[in-house]
C-alpha cells in the first residue's frame, strides 16, 4: 500500500509511557486510531490545526509504501529473493555483493535473519522515500531514528534490516521487521499506524534535520506537479472536487489554489484527459487517474532503462521499449540481461531489461522474483509473445455448443464424449466461470451454458486481456556471457547463433565480434571453422566429449571412481546420482558399481534420484525406463 498523498491529519507526537497495558502507555496509537475511526478518516481529521506550524503543513513529505507478507513454505524462497536483491542494489561494482544495516552495524549477517523470520507467520517490509532525501547526507541515521521512534510507539523492540538505494532519482531504504515482538509473541501493527503513523513520524524526522518547508520550496514543488506526466496530489483534489459527472468547476477551488488548478488543468488537456467546455468548467475523464497512473509507471520505467544504458553505446529505446504480454503480434526478442530488479520493489514481481541483437532494449516483467536467483546479468534469453490462441477446452466447447444451438452442459459434454472424465469435464466448466466472470458468456437457471455464435473471438479478447497479468515467456539459452563464451569448453550459444544481419548494432555487434573470436579459439583446439556455416554434428559431438571428459575428471575425485564415456548408442544403466550444468547444457550423474558416466538429462529423471535408472542412448538422448531394478548395474 502506498501512503502517498495531501494528509492534514498530523499525530501530537506525546511522550510514551512504557509501563504496563493500561493507563497512557498507548496513548499515540490510540488517539490516533480514535481520531481516525471518529473523522472517517485522516483527511476529514481536524487535528493537525490544534499542532504546530512545523508539524503541520510545513512537515517535510515523505512516501511509506509497506507490505504485510504472510509466510510459508514456497514463500521462504521469495524472501531470500527479495533480501537478495535489496542488498545487490546497495553494490558499488560488478564484484561487490552490496551489504544491509541495522540498528548496530553496517554490515548485517542476512542468514540468521532470514532463516527467523522464515518461521515467522508473516513479516512487515517498507519502502522510506524522504521527498527530499537528496538533501540529507546519509539515511541510515534517519532509518535508526524512525525505527526507534515505532519501537516506542508500538512499545516493543523490533528486529529488522535495512538498505539504502541512491540508484535512483530519490534516495530511499528498504527496511524488513519481523513479525515478531521481544516477548515471542505475533507483532501486529494497526493498519493506521502503518498508513498514515509512520509517515507523519518519517516527514517529522526529516522536518527536524532539514527544517520546515519554507513556501518558496513548496511553491517550487507543486509547481512541477502541475506539469508532471503522472498521478499527483493535485489530481486527488481535482477528482474530490469534481462531481459524479466528472464536471469540475475552477471558482470551486480554494483561491490561493485556483492558478495552480488552472494550471493542472491544461496539462490534463494536453494528454487528453481533460477537456474545456467554457469559462472555468472543465470535463475531466472518467479514467484521468488510471491513465495518468499508468504513464507515470511507463516514465519510470524508460528511466530506469535509461540508467541501464549508461555507458552502453549504439542502443536505443522506441515504442516497444517495454514488452507488451497482450500484444499477439509482438515480436520475439533475444539478446542478454542487462539488468536484473523488482517490479514496485515492495513486492516479488521480477522484471529484466534485455539487450538485443537488433540494438533495441527492451523491459519485459518475467514473474515470481525467485527466477531472479536463476538468471544472471549478462546470460543470453530469448522473449516470446504469449499466445492468445484459443486452448483445445474452448474448441471442444464451442464444437458441442454448435451441436445444440448454442447450448453447452456437463452432460451434452458426456454425451459427445462417452469417454471423458468427470474431472475433465470440470475443468471445462471452470474455463466457462472465469470466461462468464469477465462477462463473455451467460449460464442459465438449468445449469446449461449459453455459448454465443462468436465464441472463440470472445476467447482471444479474454486471453488478451487476462496476458497483461501474466509473466512474459522467457527461454534460457545460456547463463554465460559473451565474454566467457569466447574461450568456453562445450557447445555455447554462440556456436549456433546465426550471425547478425547487415550492419550490426549495439549487442548485436559485441555477437559479431565474439563470434570471430569464438571461431578463432576452436580454431586453437583443433576445430577448424565452416567457412562461416554452423557446426556440424560431428563437431557439436566433440566439444560435447571434451566438456563432459574435463567435469568427470573433477567429479572422479569426489565420487572415487573413474569417469566412462557414454556410448554413443546403446544401453546404459545405474543410479541417477544428480544433475550437473555444464556449458554443452544440462547432463546427468549415472553412478554404476566401478565407475559413472555422464549422460543427457531431461526432468523426468527428478522422480528417480537415488534409484536405480536405465535407458538406450540414441543419437544424442536417452529413452529412459524409470524404477527397474533395484541394484548397481556393472
Known amino acids: 500500500m502506498s501512503t502517498e498523498g495531501d494528509n492534514p491529519f498530523t499525530p501530537r507526537p506525546g511522550r510514551i509511557r512504557s509501563g504496563g497495558s493500561g493507563g497512557r502507555a498507548k496513548t ?34 515523505v512516501i511509506v509504501k509497506a507490505r504485510i ?66 538533501e540529507m547526507a546519509d539515511l541510515r541515521p534517519f532509518v535508526r531514528d524512525l525505527v526507534g521512534q515505532m519501537e516506542m510507539d508500538l512499545e516493543t523492540r523490533l528486529e529488522w534490516v535495512g538498505a539504502i538505494h541512491q540508484d535512483t532519482g530519490r534516495p530511499h531504504a528498504h527496511m524488513i521487521i519481523r513479525g515478531k515482538r521481544e516477548d515471542g509473541t505475533d507483532l501486529v501493527i494497526p493498519r493506521e499506524y502503518i498508513s498514515h503513523g509512520i509517515r507523519e513520524r518519517a516527514g517529522d524526522q526529516v522536518t527536524l534535520e532539514l ?22 496530489r493535485i489530481d486527488h483534489f481535482l477528482d474530490r472536487q469534481a462531481g459524479e459527472d466528472n464536471l469540475l468547476e475552477l471558482k470551486d477551488s480554494p483561491p490561493r489554489y485556483r492558478t495552480l488548478h488552472a494550471a493542472r488543468l491544461r496539462t490534463l488537456e494536453r494528454l487528453g484527459l481533460a477537456e474545456k467546455l467554457g469559462a472555468g468548467r472543465w470535463q475531466l475523464d472518467a479514467k484521468f487517474k488510471a491513465t495518468l497512473k499508468s504513464l507515470g509507471e511507463r516514465g519510470d520505467i524508460i528511466k530506469t532503462m535509461n540508467r541501464a544504458l549508461v555507458g552502453t553505446s549504439g542502443r536505443r529505446l522506441d515504442a516497444d521499449a517495454i514488452f507488451d504480454r497482450s500484444d499477439p503480434d509482438g515480436r520475439s526478442v533475444t539478446g542478454a540481461v542487462l539488468q536484473l530488479g523488482l517490479t514496485g520493489e515492495a513486492h516479488d514481481r521480477a522484471y529484466a531489461i534485455i539487450d538485443g541483437l537488433d540494438g533495441r532494449a527492451v523491459y519485459a516483467e518475467i514473474g515470481a522474483a525467485e527466477q531472479l536467483a536463476e538468471i544472471r546479468r549478462g546470460a543470453i534469453v530469448t522473449l516470446s509473445p504469449p499466445d492468445l490462441e484459443p486452448k483445445r477446452s474452448d474448441v471442444a466447447i464451442d464444437r ?49 451454458w449459453n455459448i454465443p455464435e462468436d465464441y472463440l473471438a470472445k476467447v482471444r479478447v ?45 549487442f548485436g555487434r559485441e555477437v559479431a565480434d565474439a563470434q570471430v573470436k569464438r571461431r578463432l579459439f576452436l580454431a586453437e583446439i583443433g576445430i577448424a571453422a565452416n567457412d562461416g556455416k554452423a557446426m556440424t554434428q560431428a563437431q557439436r559431438m566433440e566439444l560435447i566429449r571434451r566438456d563432459l571428459a574435463q567435469a568427470g575428471r573433477t567429479l572422479s575425485e569426489e565420487i572415487g571412481k573413474p569417469y566412462s564415456p557414454a556410448p554413443g548408442r546403446g544401453h546404459v544403466a545405474g543410479v541417477y546420482r544428480e544433475l550437473m550444468s555444464r556449458v554443452s547444457g544440462k547432463f546427468a550423474v549415472i553412478e554404476r558399481a566401478r565407475d559413472f558416466t555422464i549422460v543427457p538429462w531431461r526432468d523426468v529423471l527428478e522422480r528417480s534420484r537415488g534409484i536405480q535408472v536405465s535407458g538406450m542412448m540414441k543419437g544424442g538422448s536417452v529413452s529412459w525406463k524409470l524404477g527397474r531394478g533395484i541394484g548397481m548395474s556393472d
Not at 496476458?467 to 557447445?491: D, I, P, W
Open 69 to 134: 507478507v504472510r509466510m510459508s513454505v514456497s514463500s521462504a524462497a521469495a524472501l531470500m529473493a527479495h533480501v537478495a536483491y535489496i542488498k545487490r542494489d546497495t553494490a558499488l561494482s560488478e564484484e561487490d555483493r552490496g551489504r544491509l544495516f541495522d540498528r548496530d552495524s553496517e554490515d548485517a549477517g542476512t542468514k540468521d535473519f532470514v532463516d527467523a523470520v522464515s518461521g515467522d507467520r508473516h513479516h512487515f517490509r517498507f519502502i522510506i522515500s524522504p521527498e527530499d532525501g537528496m
Open 400 to 448: 458441442i455448443a454448435q451441436k445444440n444451438g448454442g447450448t453447452y452442459s456437463a452432460g451434452l459434454h458426456q454425451t459427445d464424449d462417452p469417454r471423458a472424465s468427470p474431472e475433465f469435464i470440470t475443468a471445462h466448466v471452470r474455463r466457462l466461470e472465469a470466461l462468464r466472470r469477465e462477462g463473455h458468456v451467460e449460464r442459465s437457471v438449468d445449469a446449461n
Open 28 to 61: 499515540y496509537l490510540s488517539r490516533m486510531t480514535k481520531t481516525l475511526s471518529a473523522s472517517g478518516g485522516a483527511r476529514r481529521s481536524g487535528l493537525s490545526r490544534r499542532l504546530s506550524p512545523v508539524l503541520r503543513g510545513d512537515r517535510r513529505r
Open 211 to 232: 527544517g520546515p518547508e519554507t513556501p518558496l520550496e513548496q511553491e517550487r514543488k507543486l509547481h512541477a506537479e502541475a506539469i508532471a506526466e503522472r498521478l499527483t
Open 462 to 506: 479474454y486471453e488478451r486481456t487476462q496476458a497483461r497479468f501474466r509473466s512474459v515467456g522467457m527461454l534460457m539459452h545460456s547463463a554465460l556471457g559473451l565474454a566467457e563464451q569466447t574461450h568456453a569448453l562445450g557447445v555455447t550459444w554462440l556456436d549456433e547463433a546465426p550471425t547478425p544481419a547487415g550492419i550490426p548494432l549495439g
